[in-house]
């Protein structure tokens, strides 16, 4: 009990066969528990992976803020980790035990007709409560229900598809990343439509942001516009992408300032790498964080509608609920926008996404800002969910990780 | 004017991949010349179904979590959510009220089993020690969603007969 003063992890009824894993009790509200049971083979083509690095998401903080609906009480998060392979089901051919493995945050089957034209993001054979989303690891009910890898332990069904085993060039800090965050930012620049010289303006300077910027300069995006609100990010990604970086706080109006910085014609694309929790507006602050009575607040969306140039595109992977959102629809028509959205494909990126890797033309690992132990989880969320500390991205690390 | 912004170019792998056809998210429907990893036409079916599925599906999927089985009241409000289609707003207001009425079952769970919630630690108010942070805002804004809550459900949800959404 004197244990438990000091950290947030609970101590009941400890067996042999629990492990400790993040444990949601409400909105603002997880924690660390070791009495947490130990994942099972469920089915012939399972995985059962020991957790290396386990990153939390900014989507994370969209579960942790109680905005995505049927997350229930007592799941456990995670969606991006590397692990080793513990245990195999009988069908599994293309992993043996002791494979270290980058985990797409995607569940995929590998043969339903989405995956079988790559949009592992679509898969329709791994999400039973929802035709809309897809199987993702930890991230509510509406994604499947599946336990996630902020864990010491974790279940990867179809085991042949997902996981990908880490090259022995690549560090595991870097291969981490390969889960979501930067081939998240890659194909939202990817879905920009960038052509060689053109303008994109960049909402959100997070990891995806961030991982986006620097996408953009490899499309040959002429100019790479970041707004955000958070300094310490602005010169991060400043530094990172090589491009300009803007705080909103100090414009009137962002849509405004992007119109006179392109001879008010507006950016060619404009990518939305914020989701649900944007800042920058009350009303849709009030609607969408405080009441719910939309999916979370589109101001990032809003921004990128209203900024773009006419005949442009706009780029979504931010996440918001399935709900409804209030975006000028009316000026989608008016200025004959394109708009490109999806969950990314993660694994059709990894090997070339490795490749910029060891061509040194990136190094993902420079966004882990805190390196926090799996036991004091609700310690890292809450300093990511309130950017303190100048945190970036927090990686946490199970104490069975070695 | 913009055009003018051609880059000179210092930036490190600036156009590399300025090719579509290097991009491998291009074009967005592709089959893999690699192939998926899957070596079934159809994957075998996971057993031990105890949960809801859409009504937009014919049923459950090949594979599906069993992180937390439905239960309690909270359950019942989800059953109830589940037979609205995806694409009423009543399916998806449901459930976060059964998610709000689960937290109260998650803290009753929580004392039954001997565990006493630490409900400043569970939010990592244990690092606002080290950094300077305005935690009286957090207190008022979470006071507000609290009262505006049941507000919602009685505005939004109780009024309408759900059969006409």
């Known amino acids: 009990m004197e244990h438990r003063l000091q950290c947030s992890v609970i101590q009941v009824g400890t067996k042999e066969a629990d492990m400790i894993a993040t444990n949601y009790r409400g909105p603002y509200r997880i924690r660390a528990d070791r009495n947490k049971s130990m994942p099972r083979m469920e089915h012939p083509n399972d995985a059962i992976i020991r957790v290396t690095r386990s990153l939390i998401c900014g989507s994370d903080l969209h579960l942790y803020h109680g905005l995505v609906p049927d997350c229930r009480v007592g799941s456990v998060f995670g969606h991006e980790f590397t692990g080793i392979v513990e245990e195999i089901g009988s069908s599994v051919q293309n992993l043996k035990v002791g494979d270290h493995v980058v985990v797409p945050f995607n569940i995929a089957c590998g043969s339903c007709l989405f995956c079988q034209h790559q949009l592992y993001g679509n898969c329709n054979e791994t999400a039973p409560q929802s035709a809309a989303a897809a199987g993702f690891f930890g991230y509510s009910h509406t994604t499947g229900g599946y336990d996630g890898g902020q864990a010491e332990y974790v279940r990867v069904p179809f085991a042949d598809v997902g996981p990908f085993i880490i090259p022995d060039d690549i560090d595991v800090d870097d291969a981490v990343l390969l889960a979501d965050a930067y081939p998240t930012g890659y194909q939202a620049a990817e879905m920009a439509e960038i052509k060689p010289g053109d303008t994109v303006a960049i909402f959100g300077a997070g990891p995806v942001g961030i991982f986006a910027a620097k996408a953009a300069q490899w499309l040959g995006a002429g100019r790479v516009i970041v707004i955000d609100k958070e300094d310490y990010r602005l010169e991060f990604v400043k530094r990172f992408a090589q491009c300009e970086a803007y705080n909103f706080l100090e414009m009137d109006d962002p849509v405004l300032f992007l119109k006179r910085e392109t001879d008010f014609l507006g950016p060619d694309s404009c990518i939305d790498a914020v989701g649900c929790e944007a800042s920058g507006s009350k009303l849709q602050g009030i609607l969408g964080v405080k009441m719910l009575i939309q999916a979370g607040s589109a101001v990032a969306v809003q921004w990128a509608i209203n900024a773009v140039k006419k005949g442009g595109t706009v780029s979504v992977v931010g996440v918001y609920g399935p709900t409804a959102n209030l975006i000028p629809l009316g000026n989608i028509v008016n200025k004959g926008i394109t708009v490109r959205a999806n969950q990314a494909s993660v694994k059709r990126h990894i090997p070339h996404l490795i490749e910029h890797i060891r061509n040194g033309l990136i190094k993902p690992s420079e966004v882990l800002t805190h390196r926090v132990p799996l036991e004091e989880v609700a310690d890292a969320y809450h300093l990511f969910s309130s950017k303190l500390d100048h945190c970036i991205k927090p990686v946490l690390i199970p104490p069975r990780a070695a | ?165």
């Open chain 2, 1 to 165: 004017m913009q055009e003018s912004f051609i880059p000179t170019n210092s930036v490190h792998g600036w156009g590399v991949d300025a090719d579509k056809s290097v991009r491998p998210n291009y074009p967005m429907w592709k089959k893999s010349a690699q192939g998926t990893g899957a070596h079934w036409t159809e994957p075998e079916q996971q057993l031990g179904f105890n949960d809801f599925h859409s009504l937009e599906r014919p049923g459950p999927t090949k594979v599906f979590g069993k992180t937390v089985a439905p239960s309690g009241l909270s359950g019942k409000i989800r059953k109830l959510a589940f037979s609205y289609g995806e694409g009423s707003f009543a399916h998806w207001m449901t459930l976060i009220l059964a998610d709000r009425i689960n937290v109260v079952e998650g803290l009753i769970d929580d004392v039954t089993h001997g565990v006493m919630p630490g409900l400043l630690k569970e939010r990592g108010w244990n690092v606002d020690k080290q950094f300077k942070t305005k935690r009286y805002k957090r207190v008022v804004n979470l006071s507000i969603m609290a009262a505006l809550l049941p507000i919602v459900y009685f505005v939004f949800l109780k009024k309408k007969n759900p059969s006409n959404l």
